[in-house]
């Protein structure tokens, strides 16, 4: 039962990880636009800005950013295996599935909404853009993109990645 609960908190933290990741990034690339903006002739559009230094941020920080997330998708099966044998990891794998797959739908489906709800409201809607409820709704989609975009399809990955790996290290369990 315990390796169960321990399961099921995997994709919580999974998600946590990739969306403070997401968030990190976008940070670097907000950074870097700021400091291109400083350029008057970059403003003045004598000058191009520098496209390649964003995609490289964005590039080496995806890369980077997961380092953690796919150590925890491998680590963890082996910690419990090992640790606590077969029958825990089988609890453990259930509780992260179980979780994992409810978690992928809920953050794919809310971020979704998040984005159309924006996309509604644009179109003349509730008082149409520039009006409170279109500020509100596009709160609500920067904080549904990562969801739908990326903690929603990742979790899937994860889920597998566990599960190969218990596969593959479970003979030495038995």
């Not at 995806?62 to 998708?73: F, N, Q």
């Amino acid at each position: 039962i315990a390796a169960l609960f321990i399961g099921a908190l995997i994709p919580f933290i999974f998600s946590s990880i990739t969306m403070r990741s997401v968030g990190k990034t976008a940070s670097k690339i907000v950074d870097e636009v700021r400091r291109q903006f400083k350029d008057k002739n970059i403003i003045k559009g004598k000058k191009k800005p520098d496209y390649e230094r964003c995609i490289k941020i964005s590039s080496n920080a995806a890369i980077r950013e997961m380092i953690v997330p796919g150590l925890l998708a491998i680590v963890s099966p082996l910690i419990v295996g090992f640790t606590l044998g077969a029958e825990a990891l089988g609890g453990f794998l259930a509780g992260a599935i179980a979780t994992g797959l409810l978690l992928a739908i809920t953050l794919a489906n809310s971020g979704g909404v998040w984005d159309n709800a924006k996309k509604y409201v644009e179109k003349g809607n509730l008082g149409g853009e520039g009006s409170e409820v279109h500020k509100a709704t596009i709160v609500g989609d920067t904080v549904g993109d990562p969801f739908k975009d990326t903690c929603g399809p990742s979790l899937n990955i994860l889920l597998k990645l566990m599960s190969i790996v218990a596969i593959v290290f479970i003979p030495l369990l038995l």
